[in-house]
């Protein structure tokens, strides 16, 4: 879904160098591989051990994490669906940058809105974005519990939790599931690198 700036007289920019120059420099193609699962599905944790296997191998890799985000580009948003919405188009414009750069960019949100995902899909190019559903269920989530904001919401304490008493509403047809409760850490990142694999993200290796 495109947007319309509210200024006028702009234009984009296009440099001299485009995405297959850059996929030559790196040896890999630019994406957004767009985390999404509930709260203590092991999102951030997935995210940060995909980045250093896809450093280990040579990719150009960034994580972007929900919690460091709100530290200050989205400083000013809180949890209210309105606001929920406009940080994952925030983050969605960002990533839609280091892929642009030729990143494989890693975004760890909750995203609990199928609506704001599908929008991100739409401005990236095809194949470019790469839905990935961190599927620990419910009953996983509450007992990991990390920041102990389950119990909070049980209590009354947390207002519009996702999964309690505000809506997750899973990807129906996502470019990968792992589920996190029923395997470790490594063996989820080795599902997404074999994917990336199997489908030519990677050029091949002198």
Not at 3 to 24: M, Q, V
Not at 113 to 125: E, G, K, T
Not at 154 to 176: C, M, N, Q, S, V
Request: proline share 4%.
């Amino acid at each position: 879904m495109a947007e319309t700036p509210k200024a006028e007289n702009l234009t984009w920019h296009r440099g001299e160098i485009g995405a297959g120059d850059r996929r030559k420099a790196y040896g890999h193609r630019g994406a957004v591989l767009w985390l999404t699962g509930l709260s203590g599905s092991g999102k951030s944790t997935l995210a940060h051990r995909l980045e250093r296997k896809l450093l280990e191998r040579g990719c150009v890799t960034y994580v972007l994490d929900g919690d460091n985000v709100r530290h200050g580009l989205n400083a000013d948003l809180g949890f209210a669906p309105d606001e929920r919405k406009e940080n994952i188009r925030r983050v969605g414009h960002v990533a839609r940058l280091f892929a642009d750069s030729g990143a494989l960019v890693i975004t760890a949100f909750i995203s609990p809105y199928r609506a704001d995902r599908d929008q991100i899909r739409a401005m990236l190019p095809e194949g470019d974005f790469v839905e990935i559903h961190v599927a620990a269920d419910l009953a996983t989530c509450e007992e990991r519990d990390p920041k102990g904001l389950y119990a909070k919401a049980r209590a009354g304490e947390i207002k519009g939790f996702t999964g309690i008493d505000a809506p997750y509403e899973a990807p129906e047809t996502p470019e990968l599931k792992v589920d996190t409760g029923s395997q470790d850490v490594d063996g989820s990142a080795g599902d997404v690198l074999a994917w990336l694999e199997e489908r030519g993200y990677f050029d091949a290796e002198d």
